[in-house]
């Protein structure tokens, strides 16, 4: 299956983009998105805890079924205001 | 009202729009980019980024929750995007309520959510030297 990634902030500046297409195993979960992205950009590992990730605008699990076609939103701790 | 701003933010324009003949009180946040970091280093302005739609859709869970625990109230918040120097205005909340207590209450639960959890991240910029950083909510 292909999910497409959305990343923001330093979670887009580690990987390079702001979107990005990652091809994953059939049954693939979020966490298996994670540990593809960590294979492309190490220094994310850090970042795994603090990081939530959203689908279809409400945060997932990590282990959340992942759907071909589908996409997911890497979010890092906010700091707005 | 409930967005994210590419460009200045109206202020009144957002009170305006939490105003009504049933609101008596009219409270406003207006958060301004701060000339010193948390740690005290010099900055010179902000670029602020963040996922919008899911932000709107964090605004608008916040000024549901904040109507279940207050009553009726009328609730606005406007955040910006972009490039911000030093004195521009970064976000606003306006809650209007019959009365004031529950306006004042509902605004600073409003914010504070909107600092806890809205998908929006700040870099700051600094004068003489410092690499730029990002900066999380504590």
Redesign the interface.
Known sequence: MTVRVLAFARIRELLGAPESTITLPDGARVCDAWSALTGRAPALEELSSSTRVARNGLLVPRDERLQDGGEIALLPPSGGG | MFAIARGAIDVVAVEDAVRAPECGAVVTFV?AVRAQSDDGLPVVGLD????E???V?TFEEIAREARERWGDLRVAVV?RAGVLDVGDV??VVAVAAPHRAEAFSACAFA?DE??????????ERYRDGPAER????P
């Open positions: 958060g602020y980024e963040s996922h739609p899911l932000a859709q955040h970064a976000v914010i909107v600092k806890r959890r809205a998908p929006i991240w700040k870099k990002w900066r999380e909510n």
